[in-house]
């Protein structure tokens, strides 16, 4: 039965369950490409025209899952180094990828929040996105600084280039049912569907030894 919500503590709740509709439909799919507003409210219990109270549009709500990945992002990190210190190079690369690895969703949408999503939601909306986005991006490069002592420099430059290895490489390693089924087809093709976390490990380690020897 779809119910209207009553109080600030209702709509904060209906918000994060329309979040968590969005994220498993995501999975399930196969991207956030797929996802659209009437599986969204269906799966949430929520009216389809009563998601507007919540979200103006589909866009708005998927970049309101990204800036919820980024603080998911920030606390994998924080739970990961726990009060570890002296990390080398390769082990902070390796607790970036293990932890933006782990949140599947987040990888997809770090390439639609670029092309389109912060581009097709009010000013405000978007200025909230960067605020909330850069503050967490800020808090994981103080963590990992603290407990490896590489360099904010190094390590801000590090994370940049698991954003972008991370959009990059989710997509190409999620092909569309279009481009899984001609990869069957012709297997050659296949090796650009790469395996996702241990390239994104590989190549982010190698990077970091780079930065450090810079």
Same mark, same amino acid.
């Given at each position: 039965m779809h119910q209207r919500a009553r109080s600030a503590d209702d709509k904060a709740r209906r918000s994060e369950e329309l979040l968590a509709a969005a994220e498993a439909l995501a999975l399930e799919l196969g991207g956030v490409r797929f996802v659209t507003l009437a599986p969204v409210t269906a /799966?949430?219990?929520? $009216? =389809?025209?009563?998601? /507007?109270r919540y979200y103006a549009s589909k866009e708005e709500l998927l970049l309101e899952l990204a800036e919820r990945g980024w603080r998911q992002w920030r606390d994998a990190v924080r739970e990961e180094l726990g009060d570890r210190t002296g990390l080398d190079p390769?082990?902070?690369a390796g607790v970036m990828a293990g932890t933006i690895a782990g949140l599947p969703?987040?990888?997809?949408?770090?390439? $639609? +929040?670029?092309?389109?999503?912060?581009?097709? +939601?009010?000013?405000? /909306? #978007? =200025? /909230?996105?960067k605020t909330n986005s850069f503050a967490a991006h800020d808090e994981i490069v103080g963590a990992l600084d603290h407990a490896s002592g590489m360099g904010v420099e190094r390590i801000s430059a590090l994370l940049a280039a698991a954003l972008a290895f991370a959009a990059a490489f989710w997509q190409v390693s999620h092909p569309t049912p279009a481009l899984a089924a001609l990869y069957a087809q012709v297997p050659r093709w296949s090796h650009v569907a790469l395996d996702f976390a241990p390239r994104l490990r590989m190549l982010l380690e190698a990077t970091a030894v780079g930065l450090?020897? #810079?």
């Open positions: /799966r949430a219990g929520i $009216h =389809r025209t009563g998601v /507007r390769r082990q902070v969703v987040f990888c997809d949408l770090l390439t $639609h +929040v670029t092309l389109s999503l912060e581009g097709d +939601v009010d000013v405000e /909306r #978007a =200025r /909230r996105y450090a020897e #810079a």
